[in-house]
């Protein structure tokens, strides 16, 4: 079964670090564009880093310099380093893919995870 | 970094229609046909039902249906069943520095 599932979420003080975890079975990471997406409690979504070709990557300006994604392809695991926690990064974490066709990416996420959830106390 | 703009809430009654908005710019939704649709239903992660502006995933009915007209998207499901409340997210692909933008969700009450 094509999936991702996510984990490492949890309750963390401000200022502090937590690194996620996207697990993916069916297909592989390295091959695909691959991103983490939050949102926050009633809130919508927002794109907070990808993954991509020749190890790029990129971070939304609220994270960047804070957070850092990166990829293990032997465990075909992506993850998200959190570093400097703040109130305002709580949210549900969602892994999600980026489907490439021909090397190519079609900008849109077309397999998500359950999440996993970060609270951040003040 | 701007998100699109969707309205926050919709209704409509079993067996009609309603089409949601997503209006962005001549950055995103203006210069790429990468607009998606995703539904979220509470508590669930969001699922994709329409990409590159009117295209749709395999199983998804095609009662959900996707247009696009200068800055703004639209997105129209007919034939309301009661499962389709939910809240919908638009998206579009911004360019090389930006890459993706969502729009704030639009809660449809069927």
């Known amino acids: 079964e094509v999936q991702v599932v996510e984990s490492g979420g949890g309750l963390i003080q401000s200022g502090g670090s937590l690194r996620l975890s996207c697990v993916a079975s069916g297909f592989t990471v390295r091959f695909n564009y691959m991103s983490w997406v939050r949102q926050a409690p009633g809130k919508g979504l927002e794109l907070v880093s990808i993954?991509?070709?020749?190890?790029?990557?990129y971070y939304a300006d609220s994270v960047r310099g804070r957070f850092t994604i990166s990829r293990d392809n032997s465990q075909n695991t992506l993850y998200l380093q959190m570093n400097s926690l703040r109130p305002e990064d709580a949210a549900v974490y969602y892994c999600?893919?980026?489907?490439?066709?021909?090397?190519?990416?079609?900008?849109?996420?077309?397999?998500w995870g359950r999440g996993t959830l970060v609270a951040v106390s003040s | 970094q701007s998100a699109l703009t969707q309205p926050p809430s919709a209704s409509g009654s079993p067996g009609q229609s309603v089409t949601f908005s997503c209006t962005g710019t001549?950055?995103?939704?203006?210069?790429?046909?990468?607009v998606s649709w995703y539904q979220q239903h509470p508590g669930k992660a969001p699922k994709l039902i329409i990409y590159?502006?009117?295209k749709r995933p395999s199983g998804v009915p095609d009662r959900f249906s996707g247009s696009k007209s200068g800055n703004t998207a639209s997105l129209t499901v007919s034939g309301l069943q009661t499962e389709d409340e939910a809240d919908y997210y638009c998206?579009?692909?911004?360019?090389?520095?930006?890459?993706?933008?969502f729009g704030g969700g639009t809660k449809l009450t069927v």
């Open positions: 993954t991509y070709s020749g190890g790029s990557s």
């Open positions: 590159e502006v009117s």
């Open positions: 998206s579009s692909y911004a360019g090389y520095n930006n890459f993706v933008f």
């Open positions: 001549s950055s995103d939704v203006g210069a790429y046909n990468y």
């Open positions: 999600a893919r980026i489907p490439l066709r021909n090397y190519y990416p079609f900008w849109y996420f077309d397999l």
